[in-house]
């Protein structure tokens, strides 16, 4: 077999098995989702919607999604959630409700997912009887609870009281690092049986 004939071959094996391998890695493949990540923004208006200024933002992850619902705050699993007014920022750190009677709602009612704080008591059992309380230090914040007007979509701290959205914040789909190992491994193994292979077909046809 001519030398261009059996490079053409080769070259089309090469492509061949490329894209098979390309193929069964990215078929196989997962991608990990980053903790579902809801923001806040709290208004000082009591209007039934968050509307300029905003005087506080916040943050809520965890780490398992459990889709719409209603859900025990304990059930997410690990959490994280930061609310910041001016100076002063609330975690998860200042909750003094029991975290057993917390609930959080997850809902699609339009475009974006939305989060909200509920409690399985009308109103909760901490020190100022929200569906979620915090202190910190001389400041605190609550959620409204249930009994309330059943929106749950009211806060109050020491020197704010309005509304407050929570939506989920999307990010995009990160490669699995051993997705990415796995078709690293493919292109270089079949680079290098490539290069061998030509090196052989030089001596020989030499």
Partial sequence: MPLLKRKG?????????????????????????????????????????VTPPIVGNGSFSFANDLGDGTHALTSLGAFS??????????TEAHIVTPLNEILVIISTPGPDRRIQ???????????????????NGAFSLSFEPPG???????????????????????????PEPTTMVLLGTGLAGMALKVSRRRKALRSKDG
């Avoid at 959630?81 to 609330?90: C, L, R, V, Y």
């Fill in 9 to 49: 071959f080769h070259s089309r094996s090469f492509v061949l098995a490329l894209a098979i391998t390309c193929l069964i890695v990215l078929g196989t493949s997962t991608t990990a989702q980053a903790d579902p990540l809801f923001l806040f923004r709290f208004d000082n208006t009591n209007n039934g919607g």
């Fill in 81 to 90: 959630m930061s609310f910041t007014f001016g100076g002063t920022t609330f």
């Fill in 117 to 135: 704080f509920s409690n399985i008591n009308l109103f909760g059992t901490g020190p100022f009887f929200g569906a979620i309380d915090f202190i």
């Fill in 148 to 174: 309330n007007d059943g929106v749950l979509d009211q806060y109050g701290t020491n020197l704010f009281f309005g509304n407050y959205v929570g939506f989920e914040s999307r990010g995009a789909p990160i």
